[in-house]
């Protein structure tokens, strides 16, 4: 299907309303002389006044503000420089030997004419702009639902696990993504990461990790062996300043747990006891193809609980610049009297909200043990 084309316009378009906007200031001095001024030094006085107020309003569009005193400066030199030249060359003859009446209507009907042409240039660059702005709206607000649909939150219930996760983009289209796939056996695969950036860019990233995590969980191998093909297949697919740190995740019916970071923040285990820190020790995908991610396994017993997240949390700033951090988190999670998985989400997510407004996307992933 053809797209219909899109209404563009010069960019010099604005300018030129401006110019035909103030340039019958020029024609209504003229108009207003003890004797009206003739057709050409009408004229030259239009384009003086129209050339003024271009200066002026680049100067104040782009912060040019050396061309300020320049333009004030302007009409001062204006009569050596310009309008002196000008009536040498006899254009101030034009026009100069018609009656009175002839004069002033001539230089009101040009002042007319002029303000209409502005106007009409002016009104034409709007409507493009409201065009360009609404499909701009549209373009998001598809990002928006692409996001929702490709990061849902989770809510599962196995005879062994729950689990629930949350993202929150901190646009229409995020960079996070929170994942999980159950196996025939009842193994639970899930995967927490974060795109380097945010908005559309990294959501496309996060939509190819999406799929490409998918298509490699069809086939056996470890959690090492996913984090490595998932690292080479974003190394030559993503740009060379991208790069996704991430959480992979694997839960047996038997209650052990394999997982393996790859540039992504600790992995806190709640147990009765406390909270336990796993740290990360790899690089993050698409920074090495040669990267190896060793895998770790724990033995989990009913009651503990898992909670990984991406760094929109801790690095959640309130009004003195001060985050959140990875310190309060945990103390959070370890204070925190329940360990089921969607209230600890829950708490853990509006921490950071009550520390701070969100500048990244924020996602968090708990696993709770039955």
Request: aromatic fraction near 8%; charged fraction near 20%.
């Amino acid at each position: 299907m053809t797209r219909p084309p899109a209404e563009t316009t010069s960019p010099q378009l604005p300018y030129a309303a401006i110019f035909f906007i103030f340039s019958p200031v020029g024609l209504l001095i003229g108009l207003v002389q003890p004797q009206a001024w003739g057709w050409g030094g009408g004229l030259a006085a239009a384009v003086f006044s129209g050339v003024l107020a271009f200066f002026w309003a680049h100067a104040i569009a782009f912060k040019r503000w050396w061309l300020i005193p320049v333009a004030i400066a302007v009409p001062f030199v204006a009569p050596r420089f310009y309008f002196g030249p000008l009536n040498a060359t006899g254009l101030y003859t034009l026009g100069a030997d018609a009656s009175e009446t002839a004069r002033k209507a001539v230089l009101a009907i040009a002042a007319v004419v002029f303000v209409s042409i502005g106007f009409t240039l002016l009104v034409r660059f709007i409507r493009a702009a409201e065009m360009r702005a609404a499909r701009a709206r549209a373009e998001l607000d598809v990002a928006r639902r692409m996001h929702d649909s490709i990061v849902p939150d989770i809510a599962h219930t196995s005879a062994f696990a729950r689990v629930h996760a949350v993202s929150r983009p901190s646009s229409e289209m995020g960079g996070d993504l929170i994942d999980l796939t159950v196996h025939p056996d009842q193994t639970i695969d899930l995967l927490l990461a974060d795109v380097s950036g945010h908005g559309v860019a990294a959501g496309l990233v996060m939509g190819m990790l999406k799929g490409a995590s998918r298509t490699r969980l069809l086939s056996p191998g470890s959690i090492s062996d996913v984090a490595r093909d998932l690292n080479r297949v974003l190394h030559d697919l993503t740009p060379s300043h991208t790069f996704v740190t991430a959480a992979f995740i694997r839960i047996r019916p038997d209650r052990t747990c394999e997982y393996a970071l790859a540039g992504h923040l600790p992995i806190y285990w709640r147990t009765a006891s406390g909270v336990t820190t796993h740290d990360n020790d790899a690089l993050p995908l698409s920074v090495d193809p040669a990267e190896t991610f060793a895998a770790r396994t724990i033995t989990l017993q009913p009651g503990d609980a898992l909670i990984v997240f991406t760094d929109g949390l801790p690095e959640t700033a309130d009004k003195s610049a001060r985050q959140l951090g990875l310190d309060a988190l945990r103390d959070i999670a370890a204070r925190s009297p329940t360990s089921d998985p969607d209230r600890l989400a829950q708490v853990l997510m509006e921490a950071a909200e009550r520390h701070g407004p969100a500048i990244d996307d924020r996602s968090v992933m708990v696993v709770q043990i039955r």
